[in-house]
C-alpha cells in the first residue's frame, strides 16, 4: 500500500489516505477522515513500519519508506492499464490575499499505483502517458490552501459574511452544491447570527483544470485534499502610497471549456463556451492589515473572449490572415445566448460588450464578425428588460491607430470612464470619510450596488477582437487603470479618482498587465504581444498634433 500523510502548514493536524496497490486497474482509496495529531500520526506510522518489516536478516528490513515528499495532489489518472497520482512536488509563492498564499506549480512527479507482482502490461500505455506529460504543469498553473481562486475576490468576501442562519438555510436549500458549512458539527449557530464561521465555497468548475482528475476521488475523500487547480496568471507588485504598503494583484483564469490555441478553437461551441476565455481580476489591498475582516479589500473584473458566433479560420492554406468562414447558421444566435446567459449569472447585468474588430475592409475579412455579432445582440435584446439589456460599444482601435486625428488613449480612456461608470467596482468597505470631504461628482454618478458595508460590481465588459490578445490587452490595460483610480480612491490613498501615466502606480500597473498580455498570448498564440501600451505611448508622444 501507499500512505498518503498529509499535514497543515504548523504540522498540528494530520489526516492520512490508504492506497491499495494489489489493484491492477481500480483505484482503492480508504479515507478515514479522522484528524490525527503529531504523536498520533508517528505511533501510527510506528505502528506499520513494525508491523509490515520482513524477517530480521533479510534484505529491506525497513517495513515503511518514504517514497516522495509533495505539496499536495494534483490527480489521479488512468490510461490502459492501472491508476497514476500526480503530485506537486516543487511550488513557488507568488502573492498574498488576506494572508492567503497563491502558489504557482514548479515541478510535478507521476507514481503508478500498482504494484510490480500484479501490473497488467499494455504495448500502447508508454504512448499515451507521453501524451499526457506533454501538458507541462510548471508553465502558469496556480492553487491556494485557503483561498478560492476559481471565484472571484468579491464572491469569496460576500460568502465569508453571510449570516450563519442565512448561509445554513441556503446550504439546505441547495442540497450543499455550493458551500458547506466545516463548523456544522460544532453547533455554531448558537453563537449569535453575525458569527463568523469557517465557509468552504464549491468552486466554479469553468476555471478549474484538474477537475477530470479528481473526480474519481471527490465523493470518496476529505474535502481538505482536494486542492482545485487554475490556468492563466498571477503577478503582485508592492506599492507604497506616502509610506502607507499597498499590493496590487493581477490575477487571470483561463476557462478549461473549449481551452485551445488559436486558429484551432476560434468562436463559440454550442454550450456557449468560447475560445481564449479569460477572466482578469485586480485586487488592491492595504498589506499592513493582513486580514479580510479587519483589512481593507479592493476588486475589478473584467473578461476577454472569442466572438461568440459558430466561426473558423482555415489553416491549411498558407496566408497570413486565412479568411474567416461561418461554419453554421445560427438565426437565433443560440451560441451567443448561452454565452451571455453564463455572464449574466455569474456578472449580473449590465453585460457590456467592447468589440475592437476593424470596420472598414476593402476585402471583408474582420467584419464579417462584426456584422453578425450585431445582428445576434440586436435580436437578443429584444427579450432583455430594457434596463438589463446588453450594451454593444463598436470601436475599430486599428483605425484610430493609424489615424493622426485622434489620440488612441484617450478615446479608449472615456469608453473606459463610462464602462467603469456603470459596473461600479468592488470594495469591502464603506465609503471613506474623504469623499464627504472632498466630493467627487464623478464619485457619486458610479453604478454597482452600494451597502453599509461597501461597494458590489455588478455587470462585466467584455472585450474581443479577433484573437483577443494585442487590441483587447491595450484596451483591459486602460479601463483597468481607470478602475483602479477609483479603487485607490475608495481607500483613502488618493485626492481624486484619477491617475496619470507618469505616476509610480500606473508604472507598476503597466508592467503587471504587459506580463499578463504576454503570458496568455503565449498560451493561446505561441508568441508575445506585439503591440504594447508603450508603443501606443511613444506613437502619441511623436507627433505633436496629438
Sequence with gaps: RYFLVGSNHAETKYRVLKIDRTEPKDLVIIDDKHVYNQQEVRELLGRLDLGNRTKMGQKGSSGLSRAVSAFGIVGFVQFLEGYYIVLITKRRKMADIGGHAIYKVEDTSMIYIPNDSVRVSHPDEARYLRIFQNVDLSSNFYFSYSYDLSHSLQYNLTILRMPTEMMKLEITNQTRQEGFDIFEDEAISSHGGSSIFGICSEPCMKYVWNGQLLKCVKDIVHRDWLLYIIHGFCGQSKLLIYGRPIYVTLMARRSSKFAGTRFLKRGANCEGDVANEVETEQIVHDASVMSFTAGSYSSYVQVRGSVPLYWSQDISTMMPKPPITLDQADPYAHAAASHFDQMLQRFGSPIIILNLVKEREKRKHERILSDELVAAVTYLNQFVPPEQ?????????????????????????????????????????????????????????????????????????????????????????????CALAYQLYSLGLIDKPNLQFDTDAVRLFEELYEDHGDTLSLQYGGSQLVHRVKNLQEDCAMDPAL
Excluded at 458610479?446 to 467584455?462: F, K
Aim: include cysteine; charge should be positive; charged fraction near 25%.
Design 389 to 481: 439589456s446588453i450594451v454593444y460599444i463598436p470601436w475599430d482601435m486599428a483605425k484610430y491607430t493609424k489615424s493622426k486625428l485622434c489620440n488612441v488613449l484617450d478615446r479608449l480612456n472615456v469608453i473606459a470612464e463610462n464602462v467603469v461608470k456603470k459596473t461600479g467596482f468592488f470594495v469591502n468597505r464603506p465609503d471613506s470619510y474623504c469623499s464627504v470631504l472632498r466630493p467627487d461628482e464623478k464619485w457619486h454618478e458610479l453604478g454597482g450596488v452600494v451597502g453599509p458595508s461597501g461597494r458590489l460590481q455588478t455587470g462585466v465588459l467584455r472585450t474581443n477582437c479577433v484573437d483577443c490578445l494585442d487590441r483587447t490587452n491595450t484596451a483591459q490595460f486602460m479601463v483597468g487603470k
